[in-house]
């Protein structure tokens, strides 16, 4: 078993749709958890980070984390043709000198006008 | 500049080549990583720089494949006698020291294609 899993998709939905991503985990020892956006061609970009369980939102943007079911998610609404890309989740351990991030495999999201 | 400068965008080369990327971190920044991205896969960790300690290279998947950094400036990553499944883009990252936990600033890539 891979220590992140995460559904590649694509993922095609309507402009203004509810999009849910999520990733499950292996590693009971992540606790720093985190969303990153890749467009095409461009480096990833932190959307998101959240430190063990609970939810945090940002505008149209909600990460939610369940340690105890090794799961997190990322609601997008109002979902706009401009949320088009890559989404990668991410964790890492927590302590000194802990700076490895794990990644999911990401899943592509299209948002169609 | 303003974000992570990595050159070259693109590169091609023929298998058995050496090739050599080049990372221009965000300016006191002290953490730089490279990591490498597979189509279809996700970020692969090869090895994280911090100050002036020793690098963490436990990531690097053969010994073809090394990387320097000058001080807290610029890093290269090198890899020699390149084969096909080297093709990847080779992102680099960098951060204040740990940082906001997780905030990577990441380039756009170097896209290594190898014949």
């Known amino acids: 078993q891979k220590e992140v899993e995460q559904d590649p998709g694509p993922l095609s939905v309507p402009e203004g749709a509810i999009v849910s991503l999520n990733c499950t985990y292996s590693?009971?020892?992540?606790?720093?958890f985190m969303w990153y956006r890749q467009y095409s061609r461009k480096g990833p970009e932190l959307l998101m980070y959240?430190?063990?369980?609970g939810n945090k939102e940002d505008g149209r943007f909600t990460a939610q984390v369940d340690k105890s079911s090794k799961y997190i998610s990322l609601f997008i609404r109002d979902s706009q043709p401009s949320d088009s890309a890559t989404y990668l989740c991410?964790?890492?351990?927590?302590?000194?000198?802990?700076?490895?991030?794990?990644f999911g495999k990401g899943t592509k999201l299209s948002v169609i006008p | 500049g303003a974000g992570v400068s990595q050159s070259p965008s693109n590169k091609v080369t023929e298998k058995g080549k050496d090739v050599e990327l080049r990372c221009d971190p965000i300016?006191?920044?002290?953490?730089l990583y490279w990591y490498r991205q597979r189509l279809g896969q996700g970020l692969e960790f090869l090895i994280y720089?911090?100050?002036?300690?020793?690098?963490?290279k436990s990531g690097l998947p053969s010994d073809r494949f090394s990387a320097e950094r000058t001080g807290e400036s610029v890093s290269t990553l090198t890899i020699q006698r390149t084969q096909q499944e080297d093709s990847a883009v080779y992102l680099c990252?960098?951060?204040?020291?740990?940082?906001?936990?997780?905030?990577?600033?990441f380039g756009e890539g170097s896209r290594l294609t190898v014949l």
């Open positions: 590693n009971s020892a992540f606790q720093y």
């Open positions: 720089f911090q100050g002036n300690s020793a690098p963490d």
């Open positions: 990252a960098s951060s204040l020291e740990q940082g906001r936990t997780g905030e990577l600033f």
């Open positions: 300016s006191g920044h002290t953490a």
């Open positions: 959240t430190y063990s369980s």
């Open positions: 991410a964790m890492r351990v927590a302590g000194a000198g802990s700076y490895q991030l794990t």
